[in-house]
């Protein structure tokens, strides 16, 4: 069982740790879960499988491959308690991904019509069952150049599941000044699956760029790059 992080903090719920990774050795983990508000609230977990789509990203569903416990309960102000997260499912040749949610229920009390408005917090907690056997290759696809847009698709093709941290688009002139540098914010790549990133190029420098690079860099630390000669422009038909 590997705990990453230290807590995520939410609207008065502590949760700890931000994500849980079990392996064949330690199956169960334990998520601790604190009530820092200053009344008594309810909770339910629940959890869901978790896949991802390369332009919508996340799409979660229904499983009754995680079990936890206890699913429903009540903590006072400045109470904690330990949920026991596992799997029913056997670990096999790729990672599976869950996502354990934690939502705050509607007190038990009716609200009265003076009462305001109150905003119930659900957060989630990546679950990944990792793999018998790591295999990490990651692969970036070509630069596709669109109207006012440029375009790189990530590629995991490993069977366990990475992050990107950021992806930054460089354009160089003639000659190779920079002219201008962009950047999109990462997310997950599960194991064989993709993300598309789009980053913008300026309308009105556009016609100038002789040279494309990305950079997408992991959380591991690990920068994979792609470049692409422009010697007519970037603009495609802008």
Not at 2 to 18: F, H, Q, R, T
Not at 43 to 57: H, L, R
Not at 150 to 160: I, K, L, P, T
Not at 225 to 232: C, E, R
Request: with cysteine; glycine share 8%.
């Amino acid at each position: 069982m590997i705990l990453l992080g230290v807590a995520l903090l939410a609207a008065g719920l502590n949760v700890s740790p931000v994500q849980v990774r079990l392996t064949p050795e330690e199956s169960k983990a334990l998520v601790t879960i604190r009530n820092d508000g200053s009344a008594e609230t309810r909770f339910q977990v629940t959890a869901t499988a978790w896949d991802e789509d390369a332009v919508k990203g996340m799409v979660l569903t229904p499983t009754q491959d995680v079990v936890f416990f206890p699913a429903l309960f009540a903590l006072k102000a400045g109470e904690t308690r330990n949920v026991r997260v596992g799997v029913t499912v056997p670990f096999g040749q790729v990672e599976r991904t869950y996502r354990v949610f934690i939502e705050e229920l509607p007190p038990r009390e009716k609200p009265s019509a003076t009462s305001s408005v109150r905003v119930l917090t659900r957060v989630g907690i990546p679950v990944f069952v990792a793999p018998l056997k790591t295999l990490n290759d990651v692969k970036l696809s070509a630069i596709a150049v669109s109207p006012g847009k440029v375009a790189v698709d990530v590629r995991n093709a490993g069977n366990e599941h990475f992050r990107v941290d950021a992806v930054r688009l460089e354009a160089m002139a003639q000659g190779g000044a920079k002219m201008f540098e962009k950047q999109a914010p990462g997310w997950y790549v599960l194991a064989g699956g993709h993300k598309k990133y789009e980053l913008e190029v300026p309308r009105e420098e556009c016609s100038r760029v002789r040279r494309l690079i990305i950079s997408v860099k992991t959380e591991r630390e690990e920068i994979y790059q792609q470049a692409l000669d422009t010697p007519g422009g970037a603009c495609s038909g802008v």
